[in-house]
């Protein structure tokens, strides 16, 4: 192989496309601010409970009163649903025992899920975590996160809904799509049309256009807005959404897929149901999280 001729220059590489994610609000990379805040982060060893940062975010956790049963509310994205409907943690707190809350889901933190709860629930948490092979040492790094994202980026959640609207928007009347369900927070959610290949439109958009999005089974795909996904991008999706009804590859040709997409229509109801719970459990689709 030769190189460039004397005095030319090399060719260079293509820049790399650019990715659009919308499968999830976890995949967020931490911002520089919040980099900042980890680095800047006071820490000690949490096994011992004396990591400061840790023991401060502990501090802010609402203390769930007894109401006889024990109830446990799974809030992955509660905080979606304090924003949307304008309630808080004092309306919230005292109905349940216990409550877990994730801070990457929306607040773009690298891992961490907190469990709230009366002292003497979470010393038994910590033992039972302990003796599972659980904890970490110099764990601030991590809280610093957590309490960055819960000191900024809890108000923003409104601008993901509003986007998360706009793909709702954009995806009403076209013609591979059944129906819409309503989108109460920053994940819209759509049932495939009769005759279309919900599989198709997944990689048409992953492998020509950098989009990606998640299925949700049996011809019900789904959008996730988050703080890496801006009106830009929103416009692009949008746009390459409309953009999708014109293309011959995304259309199913086999009599199979037929049948499947249409038993499937009855599903509607149930996304619509699904999304409107969504909206009153802090947008958790289920326990294990995406």
């Not at 409907?85 to 005292?94: E, F, L, M, R």
């Not at 957590?146 to 000191?151: E, P, S």
Request: hydrophobic letters at 45%.
């Amino acid at each position: 192989m030769t190189g460039p001729p004397d005095g030319a220059a090399a060719p260079q590489p293509p820049p790399p496309r650019r990715i659009i994610d919308l499968r999830s609000d976890t995949v967020t990379r931490p911002t520089p601010k919040m980099m900042a805040a980890m680095v800047a982060a006071e820490v000690g060893d949490d096994v011992w409970g004396d990591d400061p940062t840790i023991n401060a975010l502990q501090d802010i956790s609402a203390v769930c009163r007894s109401r006889g049963l024990r109830l446990h509310l799974d809030g992955a994205r509660l905080f979606n649903a304090f924003v949307e409907a304008g309630y808080g943690a004092a309306d919230v707190g005292p109905l349940f025992d216990s409550i877990s809350i994730c801070l990457s889901k929306g607040l773009g933190c690298p891992v961490g899920s907190l469990l709230l709860g009366t002292k003497d629930f979470i010393r038994r948490a910590h033992r039972i975590r302990k003796v599972l092979g659980g904890g970490m040492r110099q764990a601030g790094f991590l809280a610093a996160a957590g309490l960055y994202a819960l000191h900024n980026n809890v108000d923003r959640l409104r601008e993901d809904h509003a986007r998360a609207r706009r793909l709702g928007a954009a995806l009403s009347g076209l013609p591979y799509v059944a129906a819409v369900a309503p989108v109460d927070t920053n994940i819209a959610i759509f049932t495939v049309a009769p005759g279309w290949d919900a599989k198709a439109l997944v990689e048409a958009l992953r492998v020509q256009h950098g989009v990606l999005i998640s299925t949700m089974g049996h011809g019900v795909l789904r959008l996730v807005t988050h703080l890496d996904v801006g009106d830009e991008e929103v416009d692009e999706v949008c746009g390459l959404l409309r953009g999708l009804a014109d293309s011959q590859q995304v259309v199913g040709v086999a009599e199979g897929a037929a049948k499947e997409a249409a038993a499937v229509v009855g599903t509607v109801d149930m996304g619509a149901a699904a999304a409107l719970a969504v909206a009153a459990n802090g947008g958790a689709v289920n326990g294990g999280g995406y």
